[in-house]
């Protein structure tokens, strides 16, 4: 059984960074079908894909190009985990962020689709 | 970016009842949709992906169908746990994208 478990701070001031783990059982970060994903929401936003990583012959990351000068997300395979890091936080940032595999195993008969869920972690943006 | 559209926000409904959302794409996403239900303080759960693919352990009563930019989900017989949010989502294209979600309500 495949679970993620997210780790990290739940406040963060202004300016610093904010920086999330998710440690995966199950399955491995190196995985040929997955994707692994961060995302958040609030209220005013909604649901928001940031980014994700993955592993084919190579390490990929992929960002939202709204974040990307702040962004990164990197796997550690060592841990079997992957994190999130954001730089430069403002209030806006103030969400509840989640990790999800995205899945396209065998002949991708899921196209992507996010399978599996960390059980979120609410970060507010505040001094 | 691709731009999910739901419909509608919110919804009243009884249970026994069968309802229908529909999500609208931006441009051509083939299959790439995928349905989540959200309970209040919980993460998303993976229903149906693909449009039609029925996620393992969720129950029959929910399908999806539809291709390119018009899909649906159908609850037959809704559930007193059914009453809760649910979300459409793209990953046809990056940035992946959502739906602003539909809050389904006990009438």
């Known amino acids: 059984q495949v679970q993620l478990q997210q780790s990290g701070p739940g406040l963060v001031k202004p300016s610093q960074t904010l920086s999330l783990t998710c440690a995966i059982s199950?399955?491995?970060?190196?995985?040929?079908?997955?994707?692994w994903n961060w995302v958040r929401q609030s209220p005013s936003r909604g649901l928001e894909w940031l980014g994700r990583t993955y592993h084919r012959s190579k390490w990929y990351n992929e960002y939202t190009q709204f974040l990307k000068s702040r962004i990164t997300i990197n796997p550690d395979t060592s841990k079997n985990q992957f994190s999130l890091q954001l730089n430069s936080v403002t209030p806006e940032d103030t969400a509840v962020y989640y990790c999800?595999?995205?899945?396209?195993?065998?002949?991708?008969?899921?196209?992507?689709?996010?399978?599996?869920w960390g059980q979120g972690t609410m970060v507010t943006v505040s001094s | 970016d691709i731009e999910m559209t739901q419909s509608p926000s919110s919804l009243s409904a009884s249970v026994r009842d069968r309802v229908t959302i529909t999500c609208r794409a931006s441009q051509n996403i083939g299959y790439y949709l995928n349905w989540y239900q959200q309970e209040p303080g919980k993460a998303p759960k993976l229903l149906i992906y693909s449009a039609s693919g029925l996620q393992s352990g969720v129950p029959s009563r929910f399908s999806g169908s539809g291709s390119g930019t018009d899909f649906t989900l159908t609850i037959t017989s809704l559930q007193p746990e059914d009453f809760t949010t649910y979300f459409c989502q793209q990953t046809h294209s990056l940035p992946v994208t959502s739906g602003q979600g539909t809050r389904l309500e006990i009438k």
């Open positions: 199950g399955d491995s970060v190196s995985s040929y079908g997955a994707s």
């Open positions: 999800a595999r995205g899945n396209c195993d065998g002949d991708c008969q899921k196209r992507g689709a996010f399978d599996i």
